[in-house]
């Protein structure tokens, strides 16, 4: 199980890794099509493709969960 984990980390490691730094911890994504939260850097990555309102959304609900430590 703990292979499956680190082979799957190494993945979405591979895909996020060209992103674009916006501000803070929030990174941007061409290679993703859902928000995604690195756990072990506490980054949130967001596709490319989704519009600001739904932006907004996501970014406040992954800062709540940053805030209360919840890496869920």
């Known amino acids: 199980m703990l292979l499956y984990a680190a082979i799957g980390c190494r993945k979405l490691y591979r895909r996020v890794k060209p992103s674009l730094h916006v501000r803070d911890a929030i990174w941007i994504c061409d ?3 859902t928000p995604v939260f690195w756990h ?3 980054r949130i ?3 490319s493709r989704m519009d600001e309102l739904q932006q ?3 970014i ?3 800062q709540a969960r940053l805030n209360r ?3 869920r």
Request: net charge negative.
């Open 45 to 47: 990555y967001l596709p």
């Open 60 to 62: 406040a609900r992954e």
């Open 40 to 42: 072990c850097e506490a």
């Open 69 to 71: 430590r919840d890496h």
């Open 31 to 33: 290679d993703i099509k």
């Open 56 to 58: 907004a959304y996501v």
